[in-house]
């Protein structure tokens, strides 16, 4: 039973809770995740299982979608509804119209600084063990792309909005950058991812799972590596090379990480071209 699984993350769950939650539905210990989301938030959280877990980190997740609620009027620490209020302001003067204008200033590439509460190293520690024990954490600023930050409704203090934007950006900052362009703080109340990479929702849940079985829902690795990479098929005496890890020589390929196929549409192997004319393998299935 290999393949992928695309999961709609409950709320509360760790990436890791609905890997071990999965490991014992699937009876497997090869359960792996892509795209790590925060406990609070809920959405697509892609899964690999048996052999699968190889394509996981090849996997294009370059480009994800959320929708979220942010609250403007205080920060705190974590920039999210689970951290301690550092700061409050009066929002009396805050219009819709800045609000925005605000939004649409935090599009195109930027250099975010990352929440000091987040799982990044520093010095061998998480920022956020750092952060918890009461270090002061400031940690370096990270190119990222906001494609969209699109405001949906302004209700009171809270505005709903779509993010969509590169892999490694924290909404969690927008939200604070969003509150400290208007002068008035903000932090997130409310996060779901509903697209990572190709894959979105609508998505099986963990109930779901439960009561259908995780094969009811499995992409078989096959499907899934055509459907994320380029496919290269090969003849039958290639594909015997391939199977046994015996490099060929590359020809015409596709950019990047891309599939190889036998003329069945079998999976064999995730390639790329290298400089000497041959393909270098990133994983061998067969």
Do not use: N
């Amino acid at each position: 039973m290999s393949g992928l699984l695309v999961v709609d993350k409950p709320a509360g769950w760790t990436s890791h809770d609905v890997v071990a939650r999965v490991r014992r539905l699937a009876a497997t210990r090869r359960v792996g995740h892509a795209g790590t989301l925060d406990p609070m938030a809920t959405g697509v959280l892609v899964l690999g299982i048996e052999k699968a877990t190889r394509l996981l980190g090849h996997l294009t997740l370059h480009e994800k979608t959320y929708d979220a609620t942010i609250r403007l009027g205080a920060d705190t620490v974590s920039h999210d509804a689970e951290g301690e209020v550092t700061a409050a302001y009066d929002t009396s003067s805050v219009t819709e119209a800045g609000v925005r204008s605000a939004a649409e200033a935090l599009v195109g590439e930027l250099d975010q600084v990352p929440p000091a509460v987040s799982a990044i190293s520093v010095g061998g520690v998480r920022s956020y063990a750092r952060a918890r024990r009461g270090e002061d954490v400031v940690l370096p600023p990270r190119r990222v792309t906001v494609h969209a930050f699109e405001v949906l409704a302004v209700r009171g203090d809270d505005v709903d909005v779509r993010v969509r934007c590169s892999a490694g950006t924290y909404v969690r900052a927008l939200a604070r950058d969003l509150g400290a362009t208007l002068g008035v703080g903000g932090h997130l109340t409310a996060l779901r991812r509903t697209a990572s990479g190709p894959y979105a929702l609508p998505a099986p849940t963990l109930d779901d799972l439960e009561r259908d079985g995780v094969a009811a829902h499995l992409v078989p690795i096959t499907e899934a590596a055509r459907a994320a990479f380029a496919v290269l098929t090969v003849g039958a005496e290639d594909a015997r090379r391939v199977t046994t890890g015996v490099r060929i020589a590359a020809g015409a390929t596709p950019e990047g990480a891309f599939a190889i196929c036998d003329e069945s549409g079998a999976l064999l192997a995730l390639a790329e071209s290298r400089a000497d004319g041959r393909l270098g393998y990133l994983a061998v299935f067969a």
